[in-house]
């Protein structure tokens, strides 16, 4: 979006004003000008110390309404396993071959699931799927005997979410062409997991601040103090 047309979205609400998460996502929806079909994310900001590994928040959330990306899944599995996860929709399967084509520079993928006797191969691609949030992990059910099951999930709308070294987490809660009432189903899904998986070590506010905003658009605040019927025992 180029600077005149933030501009002229950003006049259609006043950005210090909090919103209710159902405000919140109808304006972003119509924030989003640009010519493709924006995504529309949510980003949180947790009182949590990111650098204590027990306040680290990460974990998956299934969207309701889907995310309205085609995910693509590449599975780290041999046999029965193999032939499952490509059965369920996985878009790339193998085990040494696999593994060659990304220390190749293979990227074509979004998400990696692998069995759980895959992990020592793909444990050597550490420096490649790290850096880009890539390496699966039993705690995102991307580490998993049922491959067939986690690539369903992930196909059908489940995302990741995790904490970075800010405190921040952000994800997509779907399109800039989905309904208002099926963004803000998306997004208290979201809101109700986020709050779900508040670390037991975690002091004071724990959600201090939330902004929903289409992929080009402004930022539109939300209102916390609304959310107590949502978020019970915030505090």
């Known amino acids: 979006m ?5 501009l002229d979205a950003s006049k259609k609400f006043d950005r210090e004003t909090m919103y209710t998460p159902t405000d919140a996502v109808r304006l972003a929806k119509e924030t989003a000008t640009a010519k493709f079909d924006e995504s529309v994310d949510v980003s949180f900001r947790l ?28 599975v780290f599995a041999s046999g029965e396993a193999a032939d499952a996860a490509r059965e369920a929709g996985a878009d790339i399967v193998g085990a040494d071959d696999l593994f060659e084509q990304i220390e190749g520079g293979m990227m074509d993928f979004d998400l990696v699931i ?11 691609l550490g420096r490649t799927l790290g850096p880009r949030g890539l390496m699966p992990n039993p705690k995102t059910g991307t580490v998993t005997p049922d491959v067939a099951k986690a690539v369903t999930e992930f196909k059908g709308g489940k995302v990741e979410y995790r904490t970075d070294r800010y ?17 803000a189903e998306n997004l208290f899904a979201v809101i109700d997991e986020i709050q779900r998986a508040k670390p037991a070590s975690a002091k004071g506010r724990y959600i201090q601040k939330i902004t929903v905003s ?3 658009g402004p930022g539109v605040k939300i209102d916390i103090q609304r959310l107590k019927p949502v978020l019970p025992g915030e505090g």
Not at 2 to 6: D, L, N, R, V
Not at 57 to 67: D, E, K, W, Y
Not at 114 to 124: E, F, K, S
Not at 167 to 183: M, R
Request: positive net charge.
């Open 2 to 6: 180029s600077g005149k047309k933030f």
């Open 47 to 74: 009182g949590i110390d990111p650098r204590k590994a027990e306040q680290m928040v990460r974990g998956t959330v299934a969207l309701p309404q889907g995310t309205g990306k085609d995910v693509r899944v590449a």
């Open 114 to 124: 692998a069995t759980p006797d895959m992990m020592p191969l793909v444990g050597r």
């Open 167 to 183: 405190g921040n987490v952000q994800l997509t809660v779907g399109k800039a062409s989905f309904t208002p009432e099926a963004l």
């Open 214 to 216: 289409s992929t080009m």
